[in-house]
């Protein structure tokens, strides 16, 4: 008799302990499936909130279009410790204001030999070119080791509307749209990415696919 209750209380006892394993196992992947799922969540909040009235990467890519270039040199930081170190070394001066207009010619610049998207990169103003269509597709926590902290990374899908005003590859073709990605400092700034231009290139969003002309 006292041999069936120990073997009773043993199958108590494992029963007990399965059951607060499981109940522990449970409770442990409870928060790993919520976290999973907030952090799901926060990417579409980034999404859905910004958009093009709210995002500096969106200005930019305008003012780079419209050759607005006063916009653009507030707006990138490389640009402001330039004149930064102007203003320190001259004041107020003939020199300071010689430099914004060197900023400026080569903001509005596009020369024909710079069309093109090396290994390197491309300039800003060959991607957002006069007459280009602009479309915010996302954006991310954009690129680390630049000159401050990504607050965010705007991605912009850049169409262009006929071959001959377009974005050359390395090879020559006429790119129909491109993705890149405009990094944003925590303190508003666009920072410079690439080795050439301040843009980071998806290179694997280039399309080539123009459509017929009417008629054909």
């Known amino acids: 008799m006292k041999e069936s209750k120990s073997i009773q209380g043993l199958f108590v006892l494992a029963a007990g302990m399965g059951l607060a394993v499981v109940c522990w196992l449970g409770s442990a992947a409870i928060p790993v499936e919520a976290d999973h799922q907030a952090q799901q969540r926060g990417r579409v909040r980034q999404r859905e909130s910004q958009t093009p009235l709210s995002s500096v990467a969106w200005r930019y890519a305008l003012a780079v279009r419209e050759n607005n270039c006063a916009e653009v040199v507030r707006m990138t ?15 107020n001066s003939e020199e300071l204001e010689e430099a914004r ?3 400026c010619r080569q903001i509005t610049r596009r020369a024909v030999e710079g069309n093109q ?23 991310d926590e954009g690129a680390e080791g630049l000159k401050r902290p990504v607050a ?23 790119i129909r749209s491109i993705e890149v990605g405009v990094n944003v400092s925590q303190d508003g700034y666009v920072l410079k990415a690439g080795f050439i231009g301040n843009l980071d290139v998806d290179r694997d969003s280039i399309q080539y696919s123009w459509p017929r002309p009417e008629g054909e």
């Open 77 to 91: 930081l490389w640009m402001n410790e330039r004149l930064d170190r102007v203003r320190a070394a001259h004041g």
């Open 101 to 103: 207009k060197t900023l």
């Open 117 to 139: 998207l090396t290994p390197e990169g491309v300039e800003d103003q060959y991607v957002f070119a006069p007459g280009v269509q602009l479309e915010l597709v996302g954006t």
């Open 152 to 174: 965010e990374r705007s991605w912009i899908r850049v169409t262009y509307p006929n071959r001959r005003r377009a974005l050359r590859d390395h090879e020559g073709q006429p």
